[in-house]
Nanobody, 120 residues
Framework: QVQLMESGGGSVQAGGSLRLSCAAS????????MGWYRQAPGKQRELVAT???????NYADSVKGRSTISRDNAKNTVYLQMNSLKAEDSAIYYC??????????????WGPGTQVTVSS
């Protein structure tokens, strides 16, 4: 079973930057994909960015060029650097991982979420 601890959310003015972190802990074999999703009030949860264990990245068009996802495999931690933030980036940001449990079964897990608020 994996646990996720997110940090780095907060309030920032438009044009500012934030760096989100998500550290995975617990008992598991390996983490394959780590990523960030977000959900604004009244909207569905949407992909922000993902990164595989080999470093392959995928970004939503809405954040491409403004955000960078990275991970430290030794620390089982994923980061999301967000720059040039806009009011429409305001949402709860959720960390998500796809991993192999200690029984070699593929599983996934969501973090509790961290609030990002961008004021214009």
């Amino acid at each position: 079973q994996v646990q996720l601890m997110e940090s780095g959310g907060g309030s920032v003015q438009a044009g500012g930057s934030l760096r989100l972190s998500c550290a995975a802990s617990g008992t598991f074999f390996t983490i394959n994909v780590m990523g960030w999703y977000r959900q604004a009030p009244g909207k569905q949860r949407e992909l922000v960015a993902t990164i595989t264990s080999r470093g392959n990245r995928n970004y939503a068009d809405s954040v491409k060029g403004r955000s960078t996802i990275s991970r430290d495999n030794a620390k089982n931690t994923v980061y999301l650097q967000m720059n040039s933030l806009k009011a429409e980036d305001s949402a709860i940001y959720y960390c998500h991982v796809d991993y192999l449990n200690s029984d070699w079964r593929p599983r996934d897990y969501w973090g509790p979420g961290t609030q990002v608020t961008v004021s214009s």
